[in-house]
């Protein structure tokens, strides 16, 4: 079927970067295979970490079916543009409908996008990662990419107020090698991998990037093992407590 709503909604986020004038450093892309299913596992520290994401995969001229929580799909106005651009609804209570539905999609030569973190990390340090990923992966037959995006956290994230119209941000999109499923024993060793090529991107990301807070009041967007004020691991681990949620953000 001809695709209707992501060429526009690609052509409309092309334009937002510019008005905005978002510094884009996109490495890696050319991982991204041009044909078949591929599954792109990010991390996880902004609202808008698909559209970067996505981006990521268009030197390939792949579209990107993300697995998103399936509330975003019933929005009056994400919904239907969820669903124009065929993105898979996830319903945590029932997972194993859309973990097939993404299998059927890699099969079928798709490129999917997942967050194998599940949440926004509110430390911007890679989380513990779900096995979901991987095991598509190996059931379909098809590469794992690892991807990193740092700065868009400053836009909006978790606990955070939104700062859309911010200006002149550097945002750093890093495309791994593709991890070929045949090479590991099971799914768990997949994700301890991916975890681990994860991990080392974002800390490439973190440690290149052309900015740094501008004072103490600005120092939240950074982790806290490079001196910034986000929440430690530990820290992040205890405000994402079911207890605390409604409280801290």
Not at 32 to 49: E, F, I, K, M, Q
Request: proline fraction near 8%; aromatic fraction near 6%; hydrophobic fraction near 40%.
């Amino acid at each position: 079927m001809p695709e209707l709503v992501y060429p526009p909604v690609i052509a409309a986020a092309k334009t937002m970067f510019r008005v905005l004038d978002l510094h884009l450093t996109v490495e890696g892309s050319h991982h991204v295979p041009r044909t078949g299913g591929a599954v792109l596992t990010s991390n996880h520290v902004s609202y808008l970490d698909f559209i970067f994401c996505g981006f990521g995969a268009l030197e390939s001229r792949r579209l990107v079916r993300f697995m998103a929580k399936d509330s975003v799909f019933r929005h009056p106005v994400s919904g239907p543009l969820m669903r124009g651009m065929k993105h898979i609804p996830v319903n945590r209570a029932a997972g194993a409908g859309s973990y097939q539905t993404a299998v059927t999609a890699l099969r079928n030569g798709e490129v999917v996008g997942v967050f194998p973190e599940a949440t926004i990390s509110r430390s911007f340090t890679v989380k513990d990662l779900k096995s979901g990923a991987a095991r598509m992966a190996q059931q379909a037959s098809v590469p794992l990419l690892p991807v990193a995006v740092w700065g868009t956290q400053r836009l909006w994230t978790k606990g955070r107020p939104r700062t859309l119209t911010r200006r002149h941000i550097p945002i750093t999109i890093l495309v791994g090698e593709p991890m070929d499923p045949a090479g590991y024993p099971d799914a768990s060793t997949m994700t301890a991998e991916l975890r681990s090529r994860l991990s080392a991107l974002v800390d490439r990301a973190q440690q290149d990037y052309p900015e740094r807070p501008a004072g103490t009041d600005d120092a939240w967007w950074q982790p806290a093992h490079l001196g910034g004020t986000a929440p430690t691991p530990q820290e992040a681990a205890e405000l994402d407590r079911p207890g605390r949620r409604a409280r801290t953000t």
